[in-house]
């Protein structure tokens, strides 16, 4: 059986996706870049490296990871999300107090730098066990207010030793001076806390004796003279044992939207990325910057794909028409 030739409609439409997709070439190589208007952030990110933020509830790739490691994939997230001419500066917190590592400086410039640094974040960095959240909070919003930045504190709320009765410490500042979020770490589950030798190897999990389970500084609460053991001198809190459950850790959210209150910051549970921006997004203050964008990738892919469709859809669906059995064709079918 002789070839069937192809109409002539189809050598037609052969040529004007070959002429499009040249046409489109040509603009990708004289299209200028486009300047667009968009939001900056400027961001002081402090994350906290207390022991707590070893407990293993998060999962990255199917694997079980530290919270710390969490925290430090979705701020190398983060930074390749914000747009070119945001901000970010970095520190860290333990015991009661904060440690700026570096100043906010521009994302695009020095990714790389921001990157490594991020992933440098470790545990091992902690010069104190306690871990003061709430005073840890206020100092960073002390230190954010002469940067003129927003806020993130990452944390588990993880109290260690735990908070008196009396509750959280008095915020001397000035409610929402400061914009921000408190971004809560880990899950809503209990999970053991690790426990690590004087090398720092992990050598197992803490027990109920291995931690303050109660705050025993400043006066007693109210219910103590009914505790087993009480004596308002020698045991003004009693002398039984108390199991609190502070050797197991879960994020901590009611603490965290309480200091968020006491302090007109934001709270969020952290989760993916994206959420992550939008989240940030909700409370900072985003200033208009100019952006020269770089479009030449939308024709030249649109050429691509024309080109696909000429070299590759075509001839396949032409090879597969000439395998299907069919009848003589007439004339008309050839020269119409």
Not at 256 to 266: F, K, N, R
Not at 272 to 293: N, Q, W, Y
């Amino acid at each position: 059986m002789s070839r069937v030739p192809l109409p002539y409609a189809v050598h037609e439409h052969r040529f004007w996706l070959l002429a499009a997709a040249m046409l489109l070439v040509v603009v990708a190589l004289v299209l200028p870049r486009v300047t667009l208007t968009r939001k900056a952030y400027d961001v002081m990110a402090f994350v906290d490296v207390t022991a707590s933020m070893n407990a293993r509830d998060g999962v990255l790739n199917g694997q079980p990871v530290s919270r710390l490691d969490f925290v430090k994939d979705r701020l190398e997230g983060l930074i390749a999300e914000l747009p070119c001419q945001s901000k970010l500066g970095l520190g860290i917190f333990t015991a009661r107090r904060i440690f700026v590592l570096f100043e906010p400086i521009e994302v695009c410039e020095n990714f790389s730098s921001l990157d490594s640094a991020i992933d440098a974040l470790d545990w091992r960095m902690g010069w104190e066990g306690d871990s003061y959240v709430a005073l840890g909070v206020y100092d960073a919003l002390a230190v954010a207010k002469t940067f003129d930045d927003a806020v993130l504190f990452f944390t588990d709320g993880h109290e260690a030793p735990p908070l008196p009765w009396t509750g959280l410490p008095p915020f001397e500042g000035k409610p929402g001076e400061v914009p921000g979020l408190i971004v809560g770490v880990g899950g809503k589950t209990l999970v053991p806390l690790l426990k690590y030798d004087d090398s720092g190897r992990e050598v197992g999990n803490l027990g109920p004796y291995d931690v303050l389970q109660e705050n025993r500084f400043g006066p007693p609460p109210p219910d103590a003279s009914s505790r087993p053991g009480w004596h308002p001198r020698q045991a003004p809190f009693g002398d039984f044992p108390v199991d609190n459950n502070n050797h197991m850790s879960s994020v901590k959210e009611e603490h965290l939207e309480a200091i968020a209150a006491v302090t007109g910051l934001g709270y969020a549970h952290l989760g993916s990325t994206g959420a992550l921006v939008k989240d940030l997004e909700r409370v900072a203050p985003g200033r208009e910057v100019r952006v020269a964008m770089d479009v030449r990738a939308y024709p030249a892919g649109l050429a691509l794909l024309l080109l696909v469709i000429l070299y590759g859809v075509l001839p396949l669906r032409e090879r597969i028409a000439r395998r299907r059995p069919h009848s003589k064709p007439t004339l008309n079918e050839v020269y119409p």
